[in-house]
Every structure is written in structure tokens, then in C-alpha cells.
């Protein structure tokens, strides 16, 4: 009787809990680094590892529940939670195809044009902060990593600055600086990301203040990763080839795809009040929430915009 109930408690955990491994390649088989994975319904996402291989613990989800992956330059995949299973199960890797971007016209930068730098000025002299304390720590989130055994050190937590532009000023982003704080034993892995700010999707009052809710879209079309070691220093990104252009607001992310100290240890100073927005969320499925009562700049953007006074 005894063993029949501990088999029968062994079968009942496999079906509520199962773990399944697996990788996401491109169409010559090769694996792609940093993939998220995740349940945009449920705000729940990882992230596979530099060679495309995952590990993604299967708990409430029911298999009719949709799961989505995205990768930068990738067109996304979506599928069941069941369908996702019996690929781990059968050794199928999930294939993702490069995405073909078609310019509809071709933009052309203005002959004559100014280069500012928005967000901080100064970069190298921010003062190192830790940020990880910003990741919501409600009980839903807790009960939620201890169900998913997900490791602190790889969190996929996102920060983000909102820079303000001239609405309709067709402006592009050259460069993006940031500071990474490493002590000599530790390694970070940073994903940067563009977005353009969608719409308040609702606002949520709270013990600090009211909450914003934002979606947003991301303008990259090539990843953008960068590995820091051992040391505090700036990062220095090009990002002109990519040639993008925006009109309006836009948000330059920081996430945070490994830390081996559990940590996301960055340059940061505080900004004037409402003039540089904080934005966070706890992984890249989720939606943005702006931060009341904390403003902080870490982000240096170097854009170029037509000249004052020229057609």
C-alpha cells in the first residue's frame, strides 16, 4: 500500500511538475544565444542560453495555454504549451526564420544635421548603484520563481530610460553608452534594447504612488549583446547601421540576461523629477511599468536630427 501511494504521489508530481529540455536553432541548425521563452498571458518568460539550449519547468500551465518565442532578426513562433512538450520530448528542435526586412522607402538622412547626446551627459562618471533592488518582489513573483527553480542570477529582470524627442522630428539613434559594474571575479551579460513607447495600457495605484502600465515596440533589427568581465566600464554601442529612426518618445532597456554575482550592478545618477522616466519589468514577456517617485538616469544616446532652420 505504501509503495502504491508513493508511486501514485511520483506519477501526480510529473503531471504537475515536468521539466523539459530542449534548443532553438536556426534553419542551418545552428543554435541561437538568448531566446526568450515565455507565456505572455501569464508575464512569465526565460532565456536559452549562448547556444540555444533551455531548460523550461512546466507547472500550472495548462497545454492549451500559448507559449511564444522571439528572438531580435527572427520572425516569432507561436505554439501550445502541449505542442511545445512534445518537441522537448521527441529531441525536436524549435527552428526560428530569419526575419527579411523590406524597406518600403529608403530613408535618407538630412544633409544638414545636429548630434546630441540625450539621457546622461556623463557617463563614465556615474556613480555604480545596485538596481536589482527595483525588481518587484511582490508574493505572486516569489512564489512564482520558487515554482519555476529559475536561478537568481540569470532573472532576465529589464530596466528601461524613456528619452523625450521633438514629436514628428524625424531623428536617428547613433550611439548608446552605459556603465557595467563588475568586481574582478564577476561576469555580466547585458541585452540592449530599443523601443518605441506604445500606449498606457492601465494604470494600477499602489503603496508607493499610481503605476503606469506601457506596451512598447522594439526597433532593433539585429541583437545587440554585450558580455562585461571582471571590471567597471563603459560600453560604447554603434548603433548607426542599423539606421533607426524615430518621431517620438523612445526607450533605450537595459536587460540583464546573466549575472554571476545575483546582482545588476550598473552606473546610475538621479534625474529631475519627470524628466527622465524609469521603466521596469520583471522579465520580457511582461509589460512595462513606470516607476513612480524614482527618477534615474543610466543611458547616453547619441542622436542626429535635421538642422534647425534647414528644409
Known amino acids: 500500500m505504501i509503495l502504491f501511494l508513493g508511486l501514485l504521489f511520483i506519477s501526480l508530481t510529473n503531471v504537475i511538475s515536468q521539466e523539459l529540455n530542449g534548443f532553438v536553432k536556426d534553419k542551418n541548425q545552428k543554435g541561437i544565444p538568448y531566446v ?10 526565460i532565456i536559452t542560453d549562448e547556444n540555444g539550449a533551455f531548460k523550461f519547468k512546466v ?13 531580435i532578426g527572427y520572425y516569432p513562433v507561436v505554439m501550445s504549451i502541449a505542442d511545445f512538450k512534445k518537441s522537448c520530448t521527441q529531441n525536436i ?3 526560428l526564420t530569419e526575419e527579411v526586412y523590406q524597406l518600403q ?52 529582470i529589464e530596466i528601461g530610460n524613456k528619452i523625450s524627442i521633438k514629436k514628428g522630428q524625424q531623428t536617428f539613434i547613433d550611439k548608446i553608452q552605459f556603465k557595467a559594474c563588475l568586481g574582478e571575479n564577476d561576469t555580466a551579460v547585458f541585452r540592449i534594447n530599443i523601443y518605441s513607447e506604445g500606449k498606457t495600457v492601465k494604470r494600477v495605484i499602489t503603496p508607493i504612488g499610481m503605476v503606469k502600465v506601457i506596451n512598447s515596440n522594439n526597433e532593433l533589427k539585429e541583437p545587440i549583446i554585450i558580455k562585461s568581465i571582471g571590471k567597471t566600464q ?12 524615430v518621431t517620438d518618445d523612445f526607450i533605450i532597456a537595459l536587460e540583464c540576461i546573466y549575472a554571476s554575482n545575483s546582482q545588476m550592478n550598473i552606473g546610475a545618477k538621479p534625474a529631475m523629477f519627470g ?13 512595462w511599468v513606470k516607476v513612480p517617485m524614482i527618477n534615474l538616469t543610466f543611458i547616453a544616446a547619441t542622436v542626429t536630427y535635421k538642422k534647425k532652420g534647414k528644409k
Open 93 to 95: 528542435p524549435i527552428i
Open 36 to 45: 526568450n521563452i515565455g507565456i505572455p498571458a501569464k508575464a512569465f518568460g
Open 234 to 245: 563603459v560600453h560604447e554601442i554603434d548603433v548607426s547601421k542599423q539606421n533607426i529612426e
Open 275 to 287: 524628466s527622465t522616466d524609469l521603466l521596469i519589468r520583471e522579465s520580457i514577456m511582461d509589460e
Open 105 to 156: 522607402t529608403t530613408t535618407v538622412r538630412p544633409d544638414e544635421y545636429e548630434t546630441k547626446v540625450l539621457g546622461t551627459t556623463s557617463v563614465v562618471d556615474l556613480e555604480c548603484v545596485n538596481l536589482s533592488g527595483l525588481k518587484q518582489k511582490d508574493t505572486a513573483s516569489v512564489r512564482r520563481y520558487k515554482e519555476k527553480g529559475l536561478s537568481e542570477k540569470s532573472a532576465g
Open 59 to 71: 507547472t500550472s500551465e495548462k497545454d492549451i495555454d500559448t507559449l511564444q518565442i522571439t528572438s
